[in-house]
């Protein structure tokens, strides 16, 4: 007997009809003989017409309300899909986050599990019940309810399969799998059969949603196996697991794209020791992660710099006033924002092993008319900043360019 947590996304639970068959496939799952958790999403659009509604209140909403308001998307699936799988002759029990409990940091909307205690999931499977977790929010030390950031689910399930030890942690979604980019926005697009979680932790870090980072991350921390899956039909996913010798062959598995960042350009700051530190670390004081960075000395200023960086739109408004403050302090001729602009990446664990691969992504750009603004890179991605006005063109080309629809993963 096994023990499965089974997680149900937006679109999977995105109405009456959907509930339903989320409730069979636990049934069925359960009948096969294993003890069944079902973790579930908000409906599809409902966390963000709660976060509208906030904003329709206030600009800048309170964090710690904006939780309370988040995350009763997803106490409205966990009733309904226990008691769709109690009419379906089931047995079946809800528990929110502070039930379970799943303990947390108190950092309000981008909250980090601590804990997670299997007791009281424990006690439900052992009568034969299949337990329904709200996912994405949990409790901090002082009982307030906390939401895991944007696509918190798919970490809800991978911590409790890890606090549980499951045999297997299914996400299921509105597409077959991890795919070789966005199958949304480039029709070739393959299924990957499987993938190493440093890859996917790559990717997930670059913007490919389908699994939230900090869920891959602990999958990784943890060696829970991972099946992204279709709630749609039964056909087998993508396996997210360890590295093995057959995935490094594979230079690009994947490409991802973000357009979650804004661009700051702060021009004509001193170019001395300690200006950089400060600007920065006054950003890192406001908990504000700077992604790209970049620093050249500004042509016909002696002695003076510009400073470019990139940071999540999300923290934009709250950020800009004081940006503004701290580039007056520098000393700044002007202090600049680009929000349309998007960053594209390759991904792959066999960069390591061959030379050129970034080159030829700038090749591959170029020769499209693409105009790159800002460069990272590390051991298994090179990432380029572009306008967002090119995210489709510059993904295909990328894609294509690297042969991924040619290329289909290894096969487990
Ligand atoms: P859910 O609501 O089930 O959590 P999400 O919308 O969060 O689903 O994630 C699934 C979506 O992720 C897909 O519809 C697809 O548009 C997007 N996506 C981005 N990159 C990829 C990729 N490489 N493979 C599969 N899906 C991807
Ligand atoms: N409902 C939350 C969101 O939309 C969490 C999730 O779906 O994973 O971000
Ligand atoms: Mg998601």
Same mark, same amino acid.
């Given at each position: +007997?096994?023990?499965?947590?089974?997680?149900?996304?937006?679109?999977?639970? @995105?109405?009456?009809?959907?509930?339903?068959?989320?409730?069979?496939?636990?049934?069925?799952?359960?009948?096969?003989?294993?003890?069944?958790?079902?973790?579930?999403?908000?409906?599809?659009?409902?966390?963000?017409?709660?976060?509208?509604?906030?904003?329709?209140?206030?600009?800048?909403?309170?964090?710690?309300?904006?939780?309370?308001?988040?995350?009763?998307?997803?106490?409205?699936?966990?009733?309904?899909?226990?008691?769709?799988?109690?009419?379906?002759?089931?047995?079946?029990?809800?528990?929110?986050?502070?039930?379970?409990?799943?303990?947390?940091?108190?950092?309000?909307?981008?909250?980090?599990?601590?804990?997670?205690?299997?007791?009281?999931?424990?006690?439900? #499977?052992?009568?034969?019940?299949?337990?329904?977790?709200?996912?994405?929010? @949990?409790?901090?030390?002082?009982?307030?309810?906390? #939401?895991?950031?944007?696509?918190?689910?798919?970490?809800?399930?991978?911590?409790?399969? !890890?606090?549980?030890?499951?045999?297997?942690?299914?996400?299921?979604?509105?597409?077959?799998?991890?795919?070789?980019?966005?199958?949304?926005?480039?029709?070739? !697009?393959?299924?990957?059969?499987?993938?190493?979680?440093?890859? +996917?932790?790559?990717?997930?870090?670059?913007?490919?949603?389908?699994?939230?980072?900090?869920?891959?991350?602990?999958?990784?921390?943890?060696?829970?196996?991972?099946?992204?899956?279709?709630?749609?039909?039964?056909?087998?996913?993508?396996?997210?697991?360890?590295?093995?010798?057959?995935?490094?062959?594979?230079?690009?598995?994947?490409?991802?794209?973000?357009?979650?960042?804004?661009?700051?350009?702060?021009?004509?700051?001193?170019?001395?020791?300690? *200006?950089?530190?400060?600007?920065?670390?006054?950003?890192?004081?406001?908990?504000?992660?700077?992604?790209?960075?970049?620093?050249?000395?500004?042509? @016909?200023?002696?002695?003076?710099?510009? *400073? #470019?960086?990139?940071?999540?739109?999300?923290?934009?408004?709250?950020?800009?006033?004081?940006?503004?403050?701290? =580039?007056?302090?520098? =000393?700044?001729?002007?202090?600049?924002?680009?929000?349309?602009?998007?960053?594209?990446?390759?991904?792959?664990?066999?960069?390591?092993?061959?030379?050129?691969?970034?080159?030829?992504?700038?090749?591959?750009?170029?020769?499209?008319?693409?105009?790159?603004?800002?460069?990272?890179?590390?051991?298994?991605?090179?990432?380029?900043?572009?306008?967002?006005?090119?995210?489709?063109?510059?993904?295909?080309?990328?894609?294509?360019?690297?042969?991924?629809?040619? #290329?289909?993963?290894?096969?487990?």
């Amino acid at each position: +007997m096994a023990l499965v947590v089974q997680k149900f996304g937006g679109t999977s639970v @995105g109405n009456i009809d959907r509930i339903r068959n989320v409730a069979r496939r636990a049934i069925a799952t359960q009948k096969a003989g294993n003890d069944v958790v079902v973790i579930v999403s908000a409906m599809s659009g409902e966390t963000n017409r709660l976060l509208a509604l906030a904003h329709e209140v206030v600009k800048v909403p309170d964090a710690r309300e904006m939780d309370v308001i988040a995350s009763t998307g997803e106490q409205v699936t966990a009733a309904l899909t226990a008691m769709a799988i109690q009419s379906e002759g089931g047995q079946a029990r809800s528990l929110l986050g502070h039930q379970v409990k799943v303990l947390t940091d108190g950092a309000f909307t981008k909250a980090r599990i601590k804990a997670i205690d299997g007791s009281k999931i424990f006690d439900a #499977t052992k009568k034969g019940e299949i337990v329904v977790v709200a996912g994405f929010q @949990g409790v901090n030390e002082s009982g307030d309810i906390t #939401t895991l950031g944007r696509g918190g689910s798919d970490t809800s399930a991978v911590a409790i399969a !890890a606090a549980i030890s499951a045999d297997a942690c299914e996400i299921y979604t509105d597409v077959d799998g991890v795919y070789t980019t966005d199958p949304n926005i480039c029709p070739s !697009a393959r299924k990957i059969a499987k993938i190493s979680y440093e890859e +996917m932790l790559e990717l997930a870090s670059l913007g490919a949603k389908v699994l939230q980072i900090r869920s891959v991350e602990i999958a990784m921390k943890y060696g829970v196996p991972v099946h992204v899956r279709s709630s749609f039909n039964d056909a087998p996913g993508t396996w997210v697991t360890r590295e093995d010798k057959s995935l490094e062959d594979v230079v690009v598995a994947g490409i991802a794209y973000d357009k979650g960042d804004a661009r700051v350009h702060v021009t004509g700051v001193e170019d001395k020791p300690g *200006v950089v530190a400060e600007l920065f670390g006054a950003l890192a004081e406001k908990n504000i992660s700077v992604d790209m960075i970049i620093q050249n000395a500004t042509k @016909g200023h002696n002695e003076r710099a510009d *400073v #470019t960086f990139t940071l999540p739109k999300t923290d934009l408004a709250r950020g800009r006033p004081f940006i503004d403050e701290v =580039g007056k302090r520098l =000393g700044a001729l002007e202090v600049r924002y680009d929000e349309d602009i998007v960053k594209v990446s390759i991904v792959g664990l066999g960069m390591r092993s061959h030379a050129g691969i970034a080159a030829k992504m700038f090749r591959i750009l170029a020769t499209e008319g693409i105009n790159i603004q800002a460069i990272s890179t590390s051991e298994i991605k090179v990432s380029c900043v572009v306008a967002a006005k090119y995210t489709e063109l510059a993904v295909r080309a990328l894609h294509d360019g690297f042969g991924l629809e040619k #290329t289909v993963g290894p096969t487990p």
